[in-house]
């Protein structure tokens, strides 16, 4: 195999490096950044515990090529912290107690801001369709729904 | 000397009952909550299992040499290399090799690993190795394993594991490993002068767990010792069927349990730990471990199981009697079979007021993957059939399904079953108010049903656990107590619990992860046992440290007064002495910490938790479903369930577990299933075909009903939740199923199922319009 | 799971892109959103040496309105169909059903391009765009080709496609004037279990055309045109009609084997969601 260059940015950090073109980008940023807040689960991009932002958009990062992210941005849950989004996801997460064992969080939070950047004020049935991709098998998806709703500035489940 | 009254005394609000904020939250959502998966240890090296293709068969040959000339690689496990020990476990039946010994009993079935320097080559070479099977006709179903002529899955009987918990283990006979069964009353004769008796065949689905975290392990075996970071819910029961397999000293063998992603029963007792070990051990490096999830699928699963129930009544609406076979499918290897079998039949009857009962349940090995623990194990298998019944009788008799059960339940002690636990819960009180949740009477249009449930689950499993608190200088307090923070939220109880006892701020209790080196022994962390159980051994360490705080503060006021705790302080009502004066009064100097114990244990009997329960968990819900009669989609439109918790600790959580166990419940009652070929052969082996609910699965409206009653064994009056709703949503929607026209005898109701079931009826027309 | 070793080609061009192609015949894939392509490889059921990456190809992109249709290029992503406002205004049902595809994560990278050309039976989007009488361009032994999607894919991930052949884009016709389509599909498990979408036309409330596809249960999408038989009719008539055609339709249509449902209650859907759509077509139509 012919390693390829990639050159990114991962979360706001210049990263260059040379990778075998099969390095899945979960194994990349888990194995080679040390960013281990990005979790594996169904690894066939329905389950969503591995989800982070390229370019902004929410992907599967185990079924995406590490190659791929050269020249874009990549952001996963420990680019969000600090951020005024991730504030508010705390503070309404932590107010309807909305994590628990914490696998699906990370993931959920990264397609919550993906969808913070591109639609104001989601419906109810928006806000559980763009949702119903990544699985809770704790919480019921309830206090979710209510702490996204809050920080999305929409109307939640009664 | 005069009492020292700092002016800084704080306030603090009591700590149980609060919905005080999650200990572990934060760290979850910076993601920086650490899982057995993101340990990396120096030197660490990658193992990958090859699992058996068939589901029954001789292992002729192995050959590992390719894999072996893999650059990268460092050692293959086979079952050749357990010949210098007793590699079989189980902690109720020690059936189960490490790896496959000579033969295969399931499809997935561990047959050889591979520790290697990466992932990758790992798993490169666990493809090179040749493994030469000589076929056997598989027992591929409960059907094929009880017939008379079935071969065996098990040859040789094995000997009992050492915490099963079930007192004598009777013979096994044929394929059944465990039988479970009793009799009271006089059942043929209740049966005969009955006016009603319903009757019918059930099955219930294999299904999978599913926490998103798959079992996960990292061993580390150095000299006679070894550490394991384990995705566990029970490290010291691990901790325990290491040491007997590797023949080790329990304080050789050290389980740290790092934050769990979830576990709902499928990481209890030994999964893949002992396969680590051993890979750990013959490559003398340490070698992480981590299911992919269609191997965790076959690392355990619910117990499929078939039932035959039959229920008798008298016709002025007194239940009478009520009769229940079941055969449980363990797979290949017992696991918790032998409990979720006890379990099963101790929930059999539900609670109601029977002139007689007999059940008798049978635990099953077939070629498939084993069977374990899944939250609500056993009430979830046989509730929703007896309370189906219970509704068919009250149709019959046209008698109100809600005043027809409260007239026929269990009072308040009521014997549940003979040498067991009085009933320790008011099960009308609660299904009232679920049914008021629900607005039961309300009419409803065709198409829609409304359905109750009630039931028991024998809670608490073998109560022991210890813990320790230690409080400091500064006035913070430590918990170590061996429960495993799953996501119920356990280490936030637990320092709740402690911080109400020490009258401290919640946040300034810290409850750490398990270290089997220092914490304490703690049973298990399942049964909905955490609060109830270690929580009270939490609260005794913390009487414990609250007695020595009495002890100085007595001194140093030189009061008879009664001294309590209270903002962080001892006060006899009047005067206050804040935690850190009293500790630096008792050692002299800004120093020191007071080390409190706690220990609860079984209070009578031989201590085998066949005779308990440490109480009994109510599995009581309602729910309003809608059926689309041309699909046979299910709708679930709202629920109730009641968490009868004694006292709440903390309610928020509480609403968590239940509205977490309901959407469980709609995956198990509706779809979810684990579909096997005649061969033995999972089909449905990731979650493209094996779907768990979603967002969109969310009923319009869940309400948890909290009742407090203080009546619970827990601290201050507390007992467990969690599992209940679980099997009682599941069988209120198969009710409300009923109740919407499409009675149901087969789990899950698919949409193809509830469609047949119209169809048969011959309600629907050819337009599928409801008529 | 790791994905088996293999070299990443990235071509500046479509002519590049097909030579490469051309060359490495069966050792090679061609590589878009990979959605499809890079689960297939990691579970083991495609073990291609050569990915061609045609993801940074400017002449596969863009969604272009054009008189009497939309064109969308073969690396347009199904988010891009869901949230473009020419989609929107002139196909909603495209957009639509774009927007139900798999998941957010699946929509952003999977393009409809690599979704037609990987064939996965049990999907909607060349079930709707065969209703509504889209046109495949592909690039077929260096020649600009068009098919329509029933032709266009063969059988089970399976299309006319050859080493070397490209799919460029699709062109969709704008709905005509009085007429509305309707996509409809039932899903049991991750996938789809059913697709059907119809295509209905209408004149002074009579329907003078009438176009069905079936899909996500037979190996290929099945295209049934139904104009001559429901012509002229509206109201009570016209359901009879449906209900009766939709019964020889579901009775006969092929189904694949080895399904988790049954062949009868998959028939049962298939008559049951057809004349749901052509239902709703035609009460489209009509506003």
């Keep these: 195999m012919s390693p390829v260059t990639v050159q990114a940015v991962v979360n706001g950090d210049q990263v260059k490096r040379s990778i075998p073109p099969n390095l899945l980008l979960i194994d990349f940023l888990r194995d080679e950044m040390g960013l281990t807040g990005t979790k594996q689960s169904c690894e066939v991009e329905v389950c969503g515990a591995c989800t982070v932002l390229v370019d902004d958009e929410p992907v599967s990062s185990c079924c995406y090529l590490a190659a791929d992210i050269d020249q874009r941005r990549v952001e996963t849950v420990e680019g969000l912290v600090g951020t005024p989004f991730h504030n508010r996801v705390v503070e309404a997460f932590l107010r309807h107690a909305a994590v628990q064992c914490g696998f699906c969080t990370p993931g959920l939070l990264l397609t919550a801001k993906a969808m913070a950047r591109r639609e104001a004020a989601p419906t109810e049935l928006e806000l559980r369709e763009a949702l119903a991709g990544n699985l809770c098998r704790c919480t019921g998806y309830h206090s979710v729904l209510q702490a996204l709703a809050e920080v999305l500035g929409s109307e939640g489940p009664a | 000397m005069a009492a020292v009254t700092t002016p800084e005394r704080p306030v603090v609000a009591t700590a149980v009952g609060r919905e005080v904020e999650r200990a572990d939250a934060r760290v979850k959502l910076n993601g920086q909550a650490e899982f057995t998966g993101d340990i990396r240890v120096p030197g660490m090296l990658y193992g990958a299992v090859l699992r058996s293709p068939v589901a029954r068969a001789r292992i002729t040959r192995v050959d590992v040499e390719a894999a072996l000339a893999l650059d990268g690689v460092v050692a293959v496990l086979t079952g050749q290399d357990l010949l210098d020990m007793d ?144 995705s566990c819910q029970h490290p010291f029961l ?213 359905g109750l449930s009630v039931g028991l689950l024998a809670a608490g499993a073998h109560p022991v656990s210890m813990a320790t608190v230690r409080l400091g200088a500064d006035g913070g307090a430590t918990v170590l107590v061996g429960t495993t923070e799953l996501g119920q939220g356990a280490r936030t109880a637990m320092a709740q619990i402690a911080a109400e006892v020490l009258a401290l701020p919640p946040h300034q209790v810290v409850v750490r992860g398990t270290d089997t080196q ?34 100085t503060a007595a001194t140093k006021l030189d009061s008879d007064a009664p001294l309590s705790a209270r903002d962080g302080g001892i006060t006899d009502g009047e005067r206050w002495i804040s935690h850190q004066e009293l500790i630096r009064a008792r050692f002299g100097f800004a120093g020191g910490e007071l080390v409190g114990q706690g220990r609860v244990q079984p209070s009578r009997g031989s201590g085998s938790y066949a005779e308990g329960p440490v109480f009994w968990e109510v599995c009581l819900a309602a729910a309003e479903v809608e059926v689309d009669p041309a699909t046979g989609v299910v709708h679930v439109m709202r629920t109730a369930s009641v968490a009868d918790v004694g006292r709440a600790i903390n309610p928020q959580l509480i609403r968590r577990q239940d509205e977490g166990a309901t959407l469980q419940a709609i995956g198990n009652a509706l779809f979810e299933e684990m579909h096997y070929d005649p061969e033995g052969l999972l089909l449905n082996d990731t979650l493209l075909d094996y779907r768990i609910p ?78 | 799971m790791k994905l088996p070793q293999f070299e990443l080609h990235r071509p500046n061009s479509v002519d590049g892109a097909s030579q490469l192609l051309t060359e490495l015949g069966d050792d090679a894939s061609a590589y878009s959103g990979g959605t499809e392509l890079l689960l297939a490889m990691k579970l083991g059921l495609i073990k291609s040496r050569h990915l061609v990456d045609l993801k940074p190809l400017a002449e596969l992109r863009g969604i272009e309105l054009r008189p009497g249709g939309v064109w969308i290029g073969a690396g347009v992503t199904h988010r891009e169909i869901e949230s473009s406002p020419a989609i929107r205004a002139v196909l909603p049902p495209l957009a639509g059903m774009a927007s139900q595809i798999a998941n957010v994560r699946v929509r952003a990278i999977g393009t409809i391009g690599g979704n037609l ?44 496609l050859r080493p070397g052949d490209l799919l460029l884009g699709v062109w969709i016709p704008a709905l005509p004037a009085g007429s ?94 057809g004349a749901r759509a052509l239902e709703a077509g035609l009460e489209g139509a009509r506003n």
Aim: glycine share 10%; hydrophobic share 40%.
């Design chain 2, 518 to 551: 220092y914490t304490p022994y703690d049973r298990s962390t399942g049964a909905s046992r955490s609060t109830t159980v270690a929580g009270k051994a939490v609260e005794l360490a913390a009487r414990d440290v609250l007695a020595s705080l009495v002890e």
């Design chain 2, 238 to 450: 691990v901790r325990q069927e290491i040491a007997d397999l590797f023949d080790l000293n329990l304080d050789r063998v050290r389980v740290v349990v790092p934050y769990l992603g979830g576990g709902f029963g499928s990481k209890s007792y030994t999964k893949m730990e002992p396969i680590a070990v051993a890979i750990s051990r013959k490559a003398r490096r340490p070698v992480r471990v981590v299911n992919r999830v269609d191997e965790s699928m076959v690392t355990t699963r619910r117990h499929n199981m078939v039932c035959r129930m039959r229920t008798a009544a008298a016709a002025d609406g007194t239940l009478l009697a009520r009769e229940a076979d079941f055969w449980l499918d363990t797979g290949a290897y017992a696991d918790n079979g032998p409990r979720v079998t006890a379990t099963a039949g101790d929930a059999a009857p539900g609670p109601y007021r029977w002139r007689s009962v007999r059940v008798d349940g049978r635990c099953v090995y077939t070629n498939t993957a084993p069977a374990g623990s899944y939250r609500a194990f056993g009430a979830i298998h046989l509730q929703w059939i007896g309370e189906l019944q219970v509704d068919e009788i009250a149709h019959k008799l046209g008698l109100d399904p809600l005043e027809f059960r409260c007239r026929n339940l269990l009072p308040v002690g009521g014997e549940v079953r003979a040498g067991a636990k009085p009933l320790d819960a008011d099960l009308v009180g609660d299904l009232r108010k679920v049914a008021e949740a629900i607005d039961w009477g309300a009419p409803r249009p065709p198409g829609r049903g409304v």
């Design chain 3, 180 to 273: 509305a389509a309707v996509h409809l599909r039932m899903k049991i498990h991750e996938r789809p279990s059913v697709t059907v979408a119809a295509l209905v036309g209408v004149t002074r409330g009579e329907v003078v055309a009438a176009r069905l596809a079936v899909g996500s249960v037979g190996p290929k999408v099945l295209q049934v045109e139904l104009g001559e038989e429901l012509r002229g009719l509206s109201g009570v008539g016209f359901s009879t009609r449906v209900r009766s055609l939709m019964a020889l339709l579901a009775g006969s249509i092929p189904l694949l084997p080895e399904r988790p449902e049954s062949p009868e209650y998959q028939r049962h859907l298939v008559r049951l969601l």
């Design chain 2, 87 to 230: 590699p079989y476990y189980g902690h109720a039946l020690r059936d189960r090799p490490i790896v496959a010994i000579d033969e295969v009993r399931f499809v997935g079935e561990p047959v050889a690993v591979v520790a290697a320097r990466t992932l990758a080559v790992a798993e490169e070479a666990r493809n090179l190795i040749e493994v030469a099977y000589d076929l056997q006709a598989p027992v591929a179903s409960l059907e094929a394993a009880v017939r008379s002529d079935a071969p065996q899955v098990h040859t040789t009987r094995a000997r009992p594991g050492f915490a099963h918990g079930l007192g004598q283990l009777p013979d096994p006979e044929g394929n059944v490993c465990y039988r479970y069964g009793f009799t009271t009353g006089d059942v043929s004769a209740d049966f005969a002068g009955a006016d009603v008796v319903v009757e019918g065949e059930y099955r219930f689905p294999a299904v999978y767990q599913y926490s998103l975290e798959t079992h996960s392990v990292v061993a580390d075996y150095r000299g006679d010792e070894v550490t394991i970071w384990a």
């Design chain 3, 117 to 160: 050309c990987f064939a996965d039976p049990n999907s909607d989007p060349a079930t709707l765009l065969s209703a509504l009488g889209a046109r495949l361009r592909a690039r077929v032994n260096g020649e600009s080709v068009e098919f329509s999607p029933e032709e266009f894919i063969e059988g089970p991930y399976q299309t006319l």
């Design chain 2, 694 to 771: 979603s967002t969109l699965d969310v009923p319009e409206q869940m309400t948890c009903v909290i009742v407090e009653n203080e009546d619970g064994p827990g601290p201050f009056g507390a007992k467990g939740c969690g599992e209940g709703a679980f099997a009682g949503v599941t069988a209120a929607i198969a009710t409300a199923v009923a109740a919407a026209g499409v009675p149901m005898r087969e789990l899950p109701m698919t949409p193809e199922r509830v469609w047949r079931r119209l169809q048969e009826r011959g309600t629907v027309e050819q337009t599928g319009e409801l008529r």
